[in-house]
């Protein structure tokens, strides 16, 4: 049954993504707020179609920051992407400066305004994040990092980039990190297969403003890596459960 529910959603946000992306083409044309709207419809498309169709909700804690502030979260799936874009305020996303030029998706978080990385260009795709970063601030949207780059799996070596500790300590800002276990459930390979249960997404204490690089990270990677370790121990028991035939238990969830 995982197969054919996560085949069936499959078809859903591919549809989904096929018209909405041909329908928000004027879009680009016009003010920036009309694509933002679009963005974040899509991702509540998106998740009510993994709830309705893979039995696939989430769950919400902590508090979501409202401010201009850095977000630095954990990242495991697609589903990170979607769901933080829609929690957070009209985030300004950090992504592969690549990404761009994938067509239509590209174009939209173009417009929808990213700092968008040359991971080759060094000191100066640097500069050109923290440049980013005080706009963004300025305009007081919260900054959507992953600190390590890519994709990891559940319980794979942490991989912390130095890049968030520049954007940390050159905007002299806060940073809410953020804990989640969506590998668990969005996974197989190209994330095809979508596990019944619910994905918990944390936000952590904030850490504030003014500690060194070094200091920072390190808090950085143990407040991440220690709710997540949690997160998906207690997400492997949900599993655990729905194959034993237990209920999943409702909780307070983002839908």
């Known amino acids: 049954m995982t197969l054919i529910r996560s085949a069936i959603f499959f078809l859903w946000f591919a549809t989904v993504s096929t018209v909405m992306s041909l329908l928000a083409v004027p879009a680009l044309v016009l003010p920036r707020k009309v694509i933002v709207t679009v963005s974040r419809n899509w991702s509540r498309a998106v998740l009510w179609g993994l709830k309705l169709i893979a039995g696939l909700d989430y769950e919400v804690r902590g508090s979501v920051p409202t401010q201009g502030v850095l977000v630095a979260s954990k990242h495991m799936s697609m589903w990170d992407t979607i769901a933080l874009y829609l929690l957070l305020n009209d985030p300004t996303v950090v992504v592969k400066r690549e990404l761009l030029r994938v067509p239509f998706y590209g174009w939209y978080i173009w417009k929808a305004g990213v700092i968008a990385i040359d991971r080759n260009a060094g000191a100066h795709a640097l500069r050109r994040m923290i440049d980013g970063g005080r706009a963004a601030i300025a305009g007081e949207h919260p900054i959507l990092i992953f600190p390590e780059g890519h994709r990891m799996a ?56 003014g500690l060194r690089p070094r200091e920072f990270l390190q808090t950085l990677e143990a407040r991440i890596e220690t709710a997540t370790a949690a997160l998906v121990a207690e997400g492997q028991a949900l599993l655990q459960r729905n194959h034993n035939g237990t209920p999943v238990v409702a909780g307070r969830t983002g839908l």
């Not at 190209?190 to 619910?198: I, L, N, S």
């Open 154 to 209: 559940p319980g794979a070596t942490p991989d912390y980039k130095p890049g968030v500790a520049a954007l940390y300590t050159q905007l002299r800002v806060a940073c809410v990190p953020v804990a989640l276990n969506s590998g668990l459930f969005w996974t197989g390979p190209a994330g095809f297969v979508k596990k019944r249960g619910r994905v918990v997404v944390q936000f952590l204490e904030p850490i504030p403003a």
